[in-house]
């Protein structure tokens, strides 16, 4: 009985003493844990949270090249400028002569494409675009003929001023624009065949035959849509270079004749949507207007202006980069695109032809991807500024 005793008595000893020395232990660590918990809180507040860089997005700029026959000149001085600051947008858009010029770039948008399209222009004489027949003068609007001229010279012109088969194999993304005289809408073309696609955007009515493509017949693209912002837009475009052949405004001449009366009809309506898209910008979309205050040719198979028309689209240019500066649209030079494979058919669209489009409202896909922005190239200054300029517009919604 006295052993046991001795026994429980060294084990109660044992035990309290393990016991204090586990509270003591804890006591310790409690206190480091603390000390280590204040210090932790005291450099917190001495080095304050960095705040994340906010995201920069590069806006997607569009170049539109409207319509407007022998004017279409004052876009190559305009592209000349634009070309020599290194400006190369996301996506080119073109109707009618915007379309031919609009290609042009697309294929090469480096000041040596820009200057072998301007050496095509210079060369440019009434007879080239618009081959005459044995019948002149008012006789030729009575034949029962399907337009007045034939468009071989155009074809050509068109051949001789870009480097691609298909509009889906141009540097830069590229559609053109026509009107439909099937059911009247406009139709958008960015694949297939390109010359085909680019002369039914020029084919002004009744100077040039109406192009076949895929069973639909197609004449002048500015008839429905002369300058196609809102395609740009849709394609989701957030600054858009608009380049226009005359005066941002247009001012009819008051006719004389029926005939022009009929004619100045139709130019106030090819003339009426852009003024009224402009209007209408949805929020965050910036449009910077070029536009060419030149004499108006005497006839549509009048090229003695050319160079007139050149040096005006310059001076413009100059003018837009000198008074808002143009680096943001500069960037890195766009790389070749894929190589597509289309088999022996050739053709992307129905019968061998480009597909296109026939939404009215112009919907169109996601820009394709682009590089990142550069910087403005100091050396790439314009020269020859002849001075003089029709008036540059800016407008931005937001």
Not at 178 to 204: C, H, K, N, Q, Y
Request: with cysteine; net charge negative.
């Amino acid at each position: 009985m006295i052993a046991f005793a001795v026994v429980f008595g060294i084990f109660a000893v044992v035990m309290v003493v393990l016991i204090v020395l586990i509270i003591r232990w804890a006591v310790r660590r409690g206190r480091a844990d603390r000390a280590a918990w204040t210090a932790g809180d005291v450099a917190d507040e001495d080095e304050p949270e960095e705040e994340p860089e906010p995201e920069v997005v590069r806006p997607v700029t569009a170049m539109v090249l409207a319509g407007g026959g022998t004017r279409g000149a004052a876009q190559v001085g305009m592209l000349q400028v634009l070309a020599e600051y290194g400006v190369v947008p996301d996506m080119v858009f073109g109707a009618s002569v915007g379309a031919v010029n609009g290609a042009a770039f697309a294929g090469k948008p480096t000041v040596a494409g820009v200057e072998h399209l301007t050496e095509i222009w210079r060369a440019l004489d009434g007879d080239d675009v618009y081959p005459q027949g044995w019948v002149h003068g008012p006789w030729q609007y009575l034949r029962q003929r399907p337009s007045i001229h034939p468009n071989s010279g155009l074809r050509r012109i068109i051949e001789d001023g870009i480097e691609f088969e298909y509009l889906e194999d141009a540097l830069l993304p590229f559609e053109v624009v026509a009107t439909s005289l099937v059911d009247g809408r406009e139709r958008w073309f960015s694949t297939g065949p390109a010359v085909d696609a680019i002369m039914a955007s020029a084919a002004i009515p009744a100077i040039f035959p109406a192009v076949e493509i895929g069973g639909d017949t197609l004449i002048d693209g500015g008839v429905v849509n002369n300058v196609p912002i809102s395609r740009a837009i849709d394609a989701g475009a957030t600054r858009i270079l608009v380049l226009l052949c005359g005066p941002a405004t247009y001012v009819p001449l008051l006719p004389r004749r029926p005939v022009e009366a009929m004619l100045s009809a139709l130019y106030i309506s090819v003339h009426a949507r852009f003024p009224r898209e402009m209007a209408r910008l949805p929020e965050g979309v910036e449009v910077v207007v070029l536009s060419a205050d030149a004499p108006v040719t005497k006839e549509y198979t009048d090229f003695s202006d050319t160079e007139l028309l050149i040096q005006a689209g310059r001076a413009e240019a100059s003018e837009v980069i000198r008074l808002y500066g143009l680096h943001e649209f500069v960037r890195d030079p766009p790389t070749p695109r894929p190589f597509v494979d289309r088999g022996l058919g050739g053709g992307a669209g129905p019968d061998g032809g480009p597909e296109g489009d026939r939404d009215a409202d112009g919907e169109a896909g996601a820009p394709r991807p682009v590089p990142e922005a550069a910087g403005p190239d100091a050396d790439a200054q314009s020269s020859g500024d002849p001075g003089g300029v029709a008036g540059a517009n800016r407008t931005t919604s937001s």
